[in-house]
T-cell receptor
Framework: DADVTQTPRNRITKTGKRIMLECSQTKGHDRMYWYRQDPGLGLRLIYYSFDVKDINKGEISDGYSVSRQAQAKFSLSLESAIPNQTALYFC????????????FGPGTRLTVT | AQSVSQHNHHVILSEAASLELGCNYSYGGTVNLFWYVQYPGQHLQLLLKYFSGDPLVKGIKGFEAEFIKSKFSFNLRKPSVQWSDTAEYFCAVESLGGFKTIFGAGTRLFVKA
């Protein structure tokens, strides 16, 4: 089974709709991240969380919110989706016990029409 | 603000050619450095990382990277590419104490068989 899972994998929604992307991990990591990937822009950090009680904005948090329901779960919400939020969204985790790589989920391809 | 610059957005090589992808970052303090690879349709996975010690690090699949502190660079190399190396490559920099990882825009590599 995958260590980091994301649901849904693909989603098409309309402008103005609320949508939630979910991420779960079985790695036991405290740190979790949400990124969006756009062609030519790489990955940009939306929100990150270093433990259940710690939530921080990344470089492009406007229009997004998050919830850390448990150590293993970190959800990203688009309160009112707009077309320029069409992107590939990745969840990632890392260990907080020292420098560590990030472990990525398979991604959610979101299209806002 | 910290930034990561990848010099080439698209690279096309023939099999057996040598590869070097450039990565420069702007941050004066101590950093952790990463190269991630994203194969078509897949999530990002770690290729190699540098935390300290020997500035020449070896990763999976014959890749290596050299950290040159004076040049703020962490270039990725492979002596002989294969068709299966076709992917997008991301350089990433984590500043110690910053707790965030900044990704470059990515380099798309296409290897012709």
């Amino acid at each position: 089974d995958a260590d980091v899972t994301q649901t849904p994998r693909n989603r098409i929604t309309k402008t103005g709709k609320r949508i939630m992307l979910e991420c779960s991990q079985t790695k036991g990591h405290d740190r979790m991240y949400w990124y969006r990937q756009d062609p030519g822009l790489g990955l940009r950090l939306i929100y990150y969380s270093f433990d259940v009680k710690d939530i921080n904005k990344g470089e492009i948090s406007d229009g997004y919110s998050v919830s850390r329901q448990a150590q293993a779960k970190f959800s990203l919400s688009l309160e009112s989706a707009i077309p320029n939020q069409t992107a590939l969204y990745f969840c990632a985790t890392s260990d907080n016990r020292g420098p560590d790589e990030q472990y990525f989920g398979p991604g959610t391809r979101l299209t806002v029409t | 603000a910290q930034s990561v610059s990848q010099h080439n957005h698209h690279v096309i090589l023939s099999e057996a050619a040598s590869l070097e992808l450039g990565c420069n970052y702007s941050y004066g303090g101590t950093v952790n450095l990463f190269w991630y690879v994203q194969y078509p349709g897949q999530h990002l996975q770690l290729l190699l990382k540098y935390f300290s010690g020997d500035p020449l690090v070896k990763g999976i699949k014959g890749f290596e990277a050299e950290f040159i502190k004076s040049k703020f660079s962490f270039n990725l190399r492979k002596p002989s590419v294969q068709w299966s190396d076709t992917a997008e490559y991301f350089c990433a920099v984590e500043s110690l104490g910053g707790f965030k990882t900044i990704f470059g825009a990515g380099t798309r590599l296409f290897v012709k068989a």
